[in-house]
Nanobody
């Protein structure tokens, strides 16, 4: 019923930038929080950035705070993450997620609270 589609991944040198997009289709009436998670091979999925749609706070993982910015365009049912000053440690598959309630910082480490997930887009940062 609800589908998330990520785009914007690619390969970039350390210090470069990328912007990822996540577009929501289907029933968008109860998507109260959206966010980005990432996962590297052999590692746990980790929260990157989350935002409360309809006006609210955004929260970031310490590893990306100051470098990444999450934003939304509700008219387009799209959430973005602008990723600047990329590092090799940022290399991962990045997933978009949505939750039918508000988020607080704890949701960065509580991925099971998110109801819907995209297929992911790969980001590779070379040194």
């Amino acid at each position: 019923q609800v589908q998330l589609a990520e785009s914007g991944g690619g390969s970039v040198q350390a210090g470069g930038s990328l912007r990822l997009s996540c577009t929501v289709s289907g029933d968008t009436s109860r998507r109260y929080c959206m966010g980005w998670f990432r996962q590297s091979p052999g590692m746990e999925r980790e929260g990157v950035a989350i935002i409360n749609t309809g006006g609210g706070s955004a929260y970031y993982a310490a590893a990306v705070n100051g470098r990444f910015t999450i934003s939304q365009d509700n008219a387009k049912n799209t959430v973005y993450v602008q990723m600047n000053s990329l590092r090799p440690e940022d290399t991962a598959m990045y997933y978009c997620a949505a939750r039918e309630n508000q988020c607080d910082p704890a949701h960065l480490v509580w991925e099971s609270a998110f109801n819907y997930w995209g297929q992911g887009t790969q980001v590779t940062v070379s040194s």
